[in-house]
């Protein structure tokens, strides 16, 4: 029996871009989507995740995240969602739905309010902690589009 070497591919961060949006309390919308688009097109760059914050509640993947990074996901599977809760420890998590449970249970559901109880199911996890995500000390490029 022969055995095929798996390579494993390397892609690193290099610019986090924020986007013009919209917002209410409790939520955050992109606008103008097409100017995120035509930048990263213009600089060869592929969209690996996104980010947003959790100014008044804990670090936790809520439903309308869950259901934001299920199409990030579908599109790349290592993509990754990154939650900021400042007020919190910890402060931060990296996270990304579970491949078979996760992603089947968020792309089913049919729920229609925004905030909605999923089942006591593995739907996400830490990317960072055994996961594919490697926290390393480098450069970032923040480019605002607002």
């Known amino acids: 029996m022969r055995r095929e070497a798996r390579s494993v591919v ?7 871009v924020i986007p013009k949006q919209h917002s209410t309390s409790d939520t955050c919308m992109m606008d103008e989507e097409e100017l995120v688009m035509q930048f990263t097109e213009e600089r060869l760059l592929i969209t690996l995740g996104w980010i947003h914050t959790h100014p008044s509640q804990s670090c936790f993947m809520s439903s309308p995240d869950l259901h934001t990074h299920s199409r ?31 992603m089947r249970t968020i792309l089913d559901c049919s729920a229609k309010e925004a905030f909605h109880p ?29």
């Open 10 to 16: 390397v892609t690193r961060t290099t610019c986090a």
């Open 118 to 146: 999923h089942p006591d199911l593995p739907i996400y996890t830490d990317a960072d902690k055994g996961g594919h995500v490697q926290m390393k000390d480098m450069p970032l490029e923040i480019v605002d589009l607002r």
């Open 72 to 102: 990030f996901q579908l599109l790349l599977p290592e993509s990754f969602a990154v939650v900021c809760a400042p007020g919190s420890t910890p402060s931060y998590g990296i996270f990304r739905l579970t491949d078979t449970t996760g």
